[in-house]
């Protein structure tokens, strides 16, 4: 049976096709339609349409920017507002007369590095997605797990501080607020005065304050993640998203997260993730 996968993003959407023992046989990258969701109804289809051309036999999985609610069956949590409230699952269903499965981005990273990547052989599993929103995913045994309500990884909107920073989905203090890409350059920019991509700040170690910006990144990271291991006590965690790249997370954010930890013994490997920006096309056709 050969796997379709679909990476729908806020600017690009790709496509991918795997045989049976998930080799790639064809892949192709399209921009996303903004704020039209008619247009991505329609680009997905011929993404699909294209992928399946000379093909009888076939699942489609999506990775999509939110999740479906499991109340009312609509996508929410998107990034891709015009996606919010809107019957995605269902009306793609129709237009391609095929039964889907569709999952988050944190998922279906998780389920990619946990079967294809750095976290492969691993029963327990917790992907983390640091860029823009902080989310996360938990794969047991090969298996998303998703929780009573699909909210299972939701560690972005765990409370770090109460009465913190106030965060887009009604209360404060959440981990997003302080780890995302955007919350830590705009501290950056509290701190300094200097309005900086992350990217810049991280070698901006001459400035007088990069240690202490830097150190509560540390703090905020390490408490964060050491709550994640006290509940679910995961065999291994892979980071992913841009956030993924700073070297120091490994090192000294890895000390932190352990120093935190309700045990006398800590030893969770935190890894890199092995696919890159491919996981969530990946974790796609491995839905099915």
Request: net charge negative; proline share 3%.
């Amino acid at each position: 049976m050969y796997k379709i996968g679909i990476d729908l993003g806020g600017t690009k959407t790709e496509g991918i096709l795997l045989d049976d023992s998930l080799n790639v046989i064809q892949r192709t990258r399209i921009s996303t339609p903004q704020n039209n969701y008619p247009e991505i109804i329609n680009q997905i289809t011929f993404l699909v349409n294209g992928l399946s051309k000379n093909i009888k036999d076939f699942t489609v999985g999506i990775c999509t920017p939110g999740t479906i609610s499991t109340k009312t069956g609509f996508l929410q949590n998107s990034n891709t507002q015009c996606l919010i409230g809107m019957p995605l699952k269902q009306d793609l269903e129709k237009k391609l007369n095929k039964k889907i499965l569709m999952e988050n981005d944190a998922n279906c990273f998780a389920i990619s590095e946990a079967n294809m990547g750095s976290a492969k052989n691993h029963p327990v599993v917790f992907g983390v997605i640091m860029g823009t929103g902080v989310g996360g995913g938990i794969v047991i045994n090969g298996q998303i797990h998703h929780g009573r309500t699909n909210i299972a990884g939701e560690w972005g909107h765990h409370t770090l501080h109460q009465k913190g920073n106030k965060c887009y989905c009604g209360k404060q203090g959440c981990v997003e607020t302080y780890i995302s890409g955007p919350a830590l350059e705009l501290r950056w920019e509290e701190m300094t005065g200097r309005k900086e991509s992350l990217s810049e700040i991280i070698k901006d170690f001459e400035v007088p304050q990069f240690y202490q910006w830097r150190q509560e990144f540390l703090d905020n990271f390490g408490t964060g993640l050491a709550n994640v291991i006290d509940i679910l006590d995961p065999d291994v965690i892979v980071l992913g998203g841009g956030l993924s790249n700073i070297d120091f997370l490994y090192s000294d954010g890895a000390k932190n997260v352990y120093e935190k930890v309700f045990s006398d013994l800590v030893d969770t490997p935190i890894l890199k993730n092995s696919l890159g920006d491919s996981a969530g096309v990946f974790g796609a056709a491995l839905l099915n």
